[in-house]
């Protein structure tokens, strides 16, 4: 691949990395006490910081 589609690729992602981060943000919000569903949503944040160290910090050094 070309380092343009390569960071067109990247960039995808990351808007799909960031809308699951802002569905888990909003989730725990919603979560009104539910304890299950905010500690769930905070493992999802969990993982997403993972895919963010491994996809979005790689496009922010391209």
Do not use: H, P
């Amino acid at each position: 691949m070309n380092t343009d589609v390569e960071k067109e690729f990247l960039r995808e992602m990351d808007q799909r990395i960031q809308a699951i981060k802002t569905a888990a943000l909003e989730l725990q919000d919603l979560s009104d006490g539910i304890q299950a569903v905010y500690r769930n949503a905070d493992r999802i944040l969990a993982s997403v910081k993972m895919l963010e160290i491994n996809v979005s910090d790689v496009l922010d050094l391209l």
